[in-house]
């Protein structure tokens, strides 16, 4: 029988919330924001969840989330690093026993069993995998001075999401190879570009949904509810 673990990510800053608070424990309709990604995937058909923090934060994670809601397909609660790729990198090296790995942003609250689903299917059918969405407006490159450089066409862009599902030795491998490698990481800014930049795999684009947002600024909080309220009158 095959296994799927699932790394959420909840060790970043949240600098551009602007809050004391991180924004991954902000309230939102009265539960933290990290509940909702947390809750998805407890309910979805992940075997394992590996959730990461700040270093600390693990006993407040343990306590206040994992315990409190009842969330049983927690196995471990890791500290994050600096980065995001650090991050991620401890939380791939607490994962056991999986087949398939999907790593999350704990901080896309509106994400759905049907998109876990899949993103868990494309990581067995393709190897490597992310969730995304064709663009809708026109995307310029700009050049030094902010005037327009280039228009690239819009049929070929997506904005890509989370999940990002990965067969787990190809990511694993391929973090480990990034780590140990000279090379520049400011300008990793997802796992799929660790696979493409570091492996032979190909990364399969799979349509998710436009509500599944991050939520980065406080504008943010107010959308994710109204998705939030929405998704679950659906249920
Ligand atoms: N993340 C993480 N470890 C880091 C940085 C980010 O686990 N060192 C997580 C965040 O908690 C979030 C996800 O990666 O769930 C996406 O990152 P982002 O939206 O950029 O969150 P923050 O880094 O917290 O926010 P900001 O960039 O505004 O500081
Ligand atoms: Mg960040």
Same mark, same amino acid.
């Given at each position: 029988m095959e296994r799927t673990a699932a790394v959420i990510l909840a060790a970043g800053k949240g600098s551009r919330m602007g809050s004391p608070v991180h924004k991954q424990y902000l309230e939102l309709l009265g539960k933290p924001l990290l509940y909702y990604a947390l809750h998805a995937f407890e309910?979805?058909?992940?075997d394992q969840i590996i959730l990461v923090t700040c270093p600390g934060e693990v006993g407040y994670c343990q306590k206040e989330i994992v315990e409190k809601y009842g969330f049983t397909k927690v196995a471990a609660v890791r500290p994050g690093g600096k980065e995001r790729y650090h991050? +991620?990198?401890?939380?791939?090296?607490?994962?056991?026993d999986c087949d398939y790995v999907l790593?999350? /942003?704990?901080?896309?609250?509106? *994400?759905?069993?049907?998109?876990?689903d899949a993103a868990s299917d494309g990581a067995r059918k393709y190897g490597a995998c992310v969730i995304g969405m064709p663009v809708k407006d026109t995307v310029k490159i700009s050049d030094e001075n902010e005037f327009a450089?280039?228009?690239p066409d819009r049929n070929s862009l997506w904005l890509i999401q989370?999940?990002?599902?990965?067969?787990?030795?190809?990511?694993?491998?391929?973090?480990?190879?990034?780590?140990?490698?000279?090379?520049?990481?400011?300008?990793?800014t997802d796992d799929a570009m660790v696979?493409?930049?570091?492996?032979?795999?190909? +990364?399969?684009?799979?349509r998710g949904n436009y509500a599944n947002i991050k939520v980065t600024?406080?504008? /943010?909080?107010?959308?994710?509810? *109204?998705?939030?309220?929405?998704?679950?009158?659906?249920?």
């Open positions: 309910n979805s058909s992940v991050s +991620v990198y401890e939380g791939l090296k607490a994962v056991k790593i999350h /942003d704990g901080a896309r609250p509106c *994400v759905t069993r049907e998109i876990i450089a280039m228009t989370t999940p990002q599902a990965f067969e787990y030795g190809l990511v694993l491998g391929a973090y480990e190879k990034l780590m140990s490698s000279g090379l520049s990481k400011e300008k990793i696979v493409e930049t570091m492996t032979q795999e190909r +990364v399969k684009l799979i600024t406080p504008e /943010d909080m107010e959308i994710a509810g *109204v998705l939030i309220k929405k998704n679950q009158s659906k249920k």
